[in-house]
């Protein structure tokens, strides 16, 4: 009787474990070092660790921000930045040509803004945040900004915070562009 306990129980351990095999699903199948002789090409079935000599299929097109790199340099943004709740939001307007700020801006550094718009026109798009993303539980403080307009003709309409680290790498990215009035390094 126990022996027949003990082989049945090595049965039932050995079709679980075919069933978490590749091509499982309760039979046993060939060993991973076993070879399958085919009769014609076209009939043989490639191990799932064969590889191929084509090509992956390219990736659809995505609605991904630009990457980073070196834009045009111009730009017309509208940015509002708020150093705290209690206090009131200071407005800015920077325009950009060539990378050289116009007359018509009236940013505190309009020219460290155009220089870091024109060598990474995507740093005022950044990519959807994952929602499995990590980021460190700081708080980085209360500012808040928000920046409107068009760079290099591309739409811009994006806020930043300093809430954890994710916000807080995101904002020193764009602080040259969001001005000295956040009130963050």
């Known amino acids: 009787m ?3 306990w003990i082989h049945a129980l090595v ?3 050995v079709v679980g474990l075919s069933a978490c095999s590749p091509g499982g699903g309760g039979t046993p199948g060939p060993s991973p070092t076993a070879t ?8 043989a079935t490639p191990s799932p660790d ?10 659809p097109p995505s609605s991904a921000p630009p990457t980073a790199g ?14 705290a709740e209690s206090e009131p939001a200071q407005n800015y307007t920077l325009v950009c040509k060539d990378g050289t700020p ?21 740093v005022l ?20 900004a928000t920046v409107t307009g068009v760079v290099d003709d591309s739409p811009v309409d994006t806020s930043f915070a300093r809430r954890d680290g994710c916000e807080i790498g995101l904002w020193n990215a764009a602080k040259d562009i969001l001005g000295s009035a956040g009130g963050a390094s």
Do not use: F, W
């Not at 045009?72 to 708020?82: Q, Y």
């Not at 950044?126 to 980085?140: E, F, H, L, N, S």
């Open 125 to 144: 798009s950044p990519a959807p945040r994952q929602t499995d993303q990590a980021c460190t539980q700081q708080y980085g403080g209360p500012q808040e």
């Open 50 to 59: 064969t590889e191929t000599t084509v090509p992956a299929p390219s990736p």
């Open 11 to 13: 049965l039932v351990s």
């Open 102 to 122: 116009t007359a018509e801006s009236s940013h505190p550094s309009a020219a460290a803004a155009c220089k870091a718009l024109k060598d990474n026109p995507a």
């Open 2 to 4: 126990r022996k027949a």
């Open 36 to 43: 399958t002789t085919a009769t014609s090409p076209s009939t």
């Open 70 to 83: 070196p834009g045009k340099g111009n730009a017309e943004l509208a940015i509002m930045v708020k150093r």
